[in-house]
């Protein structure tokens, strides 16, 4: 939550219906156990129906002049306020990409020219291999 942010934890809270959020996950309708959360994320019904309702009618530059452009920038603007929302941030504190090793990678490349011999970049154990 941000400093200036008084809402506290949800007190009207109600038992969890299990089966209503297996059911909101497609892949879950398998007999497999996914378990390869580094390489993927199964992803809500809804959000698939979204990205793929997305997709199909923006095929274009975002950032461009033109208003289909201009259109796909607000839904995407629209998307980084609504996850910095959802994370307690500002929307500028919020960056989008394709996975977070990309965007690891991407902070890497940004930040190796500010390097030089000697200095130390502290991992842990726990990061995946492709982030160190």
Do not use: C, K
């Not at 934890?9 to 959020?21: G, I, M, Q, S």
């Amino acid at each position: 939550m941000r400093p200036d942010d008084t809402r506290g934890p949800a007190t009207n809270t109600h038992p969890l219906d299990v089966e209503f959020v297996r059911r909101q996950f497609p892949a879950l309708a398998t007999p497999w156990a996914l378990m390869d959360n580094a390489g993927g994320s199964v992803l809500p019904g809804v959000v698939i129906e979204r990205a793929r309702a997305y997709m199909a009618r923006y095929q274009i530059q975002v950032g461009a002049s033109y208003p289909l452009s201009v259109e796909a920038g607000e839904r995407v603007a629209a998307g980084r306020a609504f996850a910095a929302e959802l994370i307690g941030a500002a929307p500028d504190e919020v960056v989008l990409g394709p996975s977070t090793t990309a965007n690891l990678r991407t902070l890497r490349r940004a930040l190796a020219p500010s390097l030089a011999p000697g200095d130390q970049v502290i991992v842990t154990d726990l990061d995946h291999e492709s982030n160190i």
